[in-house]
């Protein structure tokens, strides 16, 4: 039996004894879509995971050879400690060896063996990974870093797109190894200079890129839904969800990812549910109109809002028990990671220091919400 043959074999084991045996399960949307149920459960309800990018800086360190920092082992041995235990661990694939942005490179079987064997004897559900990827080919530019302007790049290289395709395949593979039910992947960005949050709203131009970037979207929209029924597909043979997440990007508000979702029309497919970019008034609108559609979650710090779509959104700290309120009200039964991030804090990022006090906050507002 070839290692192929062996994955789509055993790696379905894992994901139905998360669900207490069963397999995914599909209600019917007001679209007509299956909307994807999450395949895998918690051991208890409302358990709390962490995202490792919340070392992203620790985990860089040791795998790109920067110097002292964090690796794997570690992390999982962190998220073990009694003093903070978390209930999983979201592992995400930048910081394996050999992990590339741009080839399908993938880290060694005996490697991803010994991780999940670290997890397992530590108790330590891995509840999901994710690469990094844009389906609409545009380079990630959201800050305007190429100088003077946004960047006038539109995307839709097929050969890079295509690439990244490879890439997204090959990592699910690596998941289902792992024993992640869950992968987690991007649309990716507008062109930035369309970027209605870039464009001032007395821009004389203002309609004129309006146009454009909704002609823009459109076409981008027809190859992404093709592309993304592809992964899932692949997802399918090897018990692995595709994850799209909400990234302030081509999907910005729940009716995009709803949008998204019933296109591709796939129970292999559902939605992060990224807390910190519903980049609309009210998030919390949102996240709850994308309830039925979640398999992960990354819960942030701070919820960006954005009192108009021609606005930078503005970073206000997370309403936990709002959010744990929403939770409790949907089917969900999946794990909550945290994200802890810079962004938004006026003081340095330290992981160490932020991670325990947001976490006791996660914790009390499960409490108070039950």
């Known amino acids: 039996m070839n290692r192929r043959d062996f994955l789509k074999r055993t790696t379905l084991f894992p994901l139905c004894v998360a669900a207490g045996g069963a397999g995914l399960g599909s209600v019917a949307s007001a679209l007509g879509q299956q909307i994807p149920v999450p395949g895998f459960q918690a051991a208890a ?4 995971g962490l995202n490792a990018y919340s070392f992203s800086k620790e985990l860089n360190n040791v795998v790109k050879g920067r110097g002292p920092g964090l690796t794997l082992f570690e992390l999982l041995d962190y998220c073990a400690d009694p003093s903070h235990r978390f209930d999983a661990v979201d592992i995400t694939a930048y910081y394996f060896p050999n992990y590339s942005a741009t080839e399908a490179t993938v880290p060694p079987d005996s490697f991803v063996d010994e991780l999940r064997k670290r997890a397992s004897d530590l108790g330590l559900p891995i509840s999901g990974t994710g690469v990094g990827n ?18 006038t790049d539109e995307g839709g290289d097929r050969a890079k797109i295509e690439k990244d395709i490879d890439r997204i395949k090959a990592w ?62 692949y997802g399918r043979q090897f018990g692995v969800i595709i994850g799209i997440q909400n990234h302030g990007d081509f999907l910005k508000t729940a009716a995009e990812t709803i949008e998204l979702l019933a296109a591709v029309n796939s129970r292999w497919t559902g939605c992060i549910v990224d807390t910190g970019y519903f980049l609309t008034p009210d998030p919390y609108e949102d996240i709850e109109k994308v309830m039925p559609y979640g398999v992960n979650f990354q819960i942030k710090e701070y919820a960006r809002v954005s009192p108009s779509e021609y606005m930078a959104p503005e970073f206000r700290p997370i309403q936990l028990n709002r959010l744990m ?27 160490y220091k932020d991670i325990p006090p947001f976490l006791k906050r996660v914790r009390a507002a499960v409490r108070e919400t039950a």
Request: aromatic letters at 10%; glycine letters at 10%.
């Open 45 to 48: 309800p409302m358990q709390i």
């Open 134 to 151: 844009s389906f609409t080919g545009v380079p990630f530019d959201r800050e305007g870093k190429n100088g003077g302007g946004w960047s």
């Open 172 to 233: 699910i593979e690596v998941a289902a190894r792992l024993g992640a039910p869950v992968l987690r992947v991007f649309t990716g960005l507008e062109p930035s200079y369309l970027m209605k949050e870039h464009i001032a709203p007395d821009d004389p131009a203002k309609e004129e890129k309006a146009l454009k970037l909704q002609a823009w979207r459109t076409e981008s929209f027809k190859r992404m839904v093709e592309d993304i029924g592809v992964v899932a597909d």
């Open 325 to 351: 309120e929403i939770v409790r009200r949907s089917d969900y039964r999946g794990y909550l990671p945290i994200e802890t991030l810079s962004a938004g804090k006026t003081e340095r990022y330290d992981p």
